[in-house]
């Protein structure tokens, strides 16, 4: 990436706030039950609350965690969708981790937003993008295809045009084996349990149950 190029987590948050106001604060989203609103306050909380964010992975906060979003949402619209804009405020860890915590972040959040609605299209990347986005992938796809008894192998088309996408594989060799195809983004988002994805499943079917069996995400 050229030294003077935005972060991908820093081109996918702006292009999100451009969706967003776009599609206005009450298209729907990948994300079950939210609108664009409700997914922008989380966004903020998720940044600007670290003491409320916790909730997010721990049960004990997560009631805490959605009073905080639910005030955030009353907002008005355009002030959401400045904040979100603006990154994280100067006392969230997230500030100084922005390329590493927000990509994945603000990529599927965007695409949650693009794929709420019917119509959408795949997006063209970069291949350095590519590069990023599949390790990301097969990093939060490996957290979960543990628990899957196959082996599964997760592979990008051969015209990606990169070495360093290659394929990953898990689970013992004589397992019933299972083969995931797809473009990176769309790894992405199957990994993070979106089903608004082009995707290829095959293989044996035993495999193919065993990994529909296993909730996807972190």
């Not at 192998?153 to 290659?166: F, H, M, T």
Request: with cysteine.
């Amino acid at each position: 990436m050229r030294p003077d190029r935005p972060s991908l987590a820093q081109r996918e948050r702006s292009a999100l706030v451009e969706t967003m106001r776009a599609v206005g604060p009450d298209a729907p989203t990948l994300c079950e039950g939210w609108t664009t609103r409700d997914l922008a306050a989380h966004l903020i909380v998720r940044e600007g609350r670290p003491d409320a964010a916790a909730g997010v992975v721990v049960p004990a906060f997560a009631d805490r965690l959605e009073q905080i979003r639910l005030r955030e949402a009353e907002r008005p619209w355009d002030e959401l969708l400045a904040t979100i804009a603006a990154g994280a405020p100067w006392y969230s860890p997230l500030r100084y981790a922005d390329r590493v915590a927000n990509t994945a972040e603000y990529l599927v959040h965007h695409e949650d937003v693009r794929r709420g609605s019917a119509g959408w299209t795949p997006r063209d990347f970069p291949v350095e993008d590519l590069e990023r986005v599949w390790s990301l992938a097969t990093t939060v796809a490996r957290t979960f295809l543990r628990k899957v008894r196959a082996r599964v192998d997760l592979r990008a088309p051969g015209d990606v045009g990169s070495p360093r996408i290659s394929p990953v594989s898990t689970g013992a060799a004589l397992a019933p084996l299972v083969s995931v195809s797809a473009d990176p983004v769309e790894m992405l988002l199957w990994a993070f349990g979106r089903d608004e994805v082009e995707i290829d499943i095959s293989g044996a079917q035993r495999g193919i149950d065993a990994l529909r069996a296993v909730p996807r995400g972190l």
